[in-house]
């Protein structure tokens, strides 16, 4: 398991834990990732040792695996993206805000790619 920091757009480090089979690429790859973000690099960690059923799985299918913990609250973050607006989108009321976590994400994409 490799545990790494990828820089996101706006220089926060995002902790990442990978996983890749024994095995040539290129390989197909899934990000994991669950809950509202944050605890660091531990628990990225944490995630891929000890809840890894799935992560086992998929690494045994020949997929690189990747446990993504991504920015979480990040309270001066969310002041500069700008109001969380509510939308009516049928049901229920749908809470959006400019999609930080969503850039993370296409960051860690955009690094594992290299990879």
């Known amino acids: 398991m490799q545990l790494t920091f990828v820089m996101s757009k706006d220089a926060i480090h995002l902790p990442i834990a990978v996983r890749k089979p024994n095995k040539p690429g290129p ?10 973000g944050g605890g660091g690099m531990a628990a990225a960690r944490n995630a891929m040792l000890n809840q890894g059923y ?18 979480g609250a990040v309270p001066d973050a969310y002041e500069r993206a700008g109001k969380l607006e509510r939308q009516r989108q049928n049901r229920p009321a749908l809470l959006l805000r400019s999609p930080l976590d969503h850039d993370d994400l296409i960051t ?8």
């Open 54 to 71: 799935t992560s086992d799985r998929l690494l045994e299918a020949g997929y690189v695996v990747v446990w993504v913990r991504y920015r």
């Open 27 to 36: 390989l197909p790859a899934v990000l994991l990732f669950s809950g509202a």
């Open 108 to 115: 860690v994409i955009e690094y594992i790619k290299c990879l």
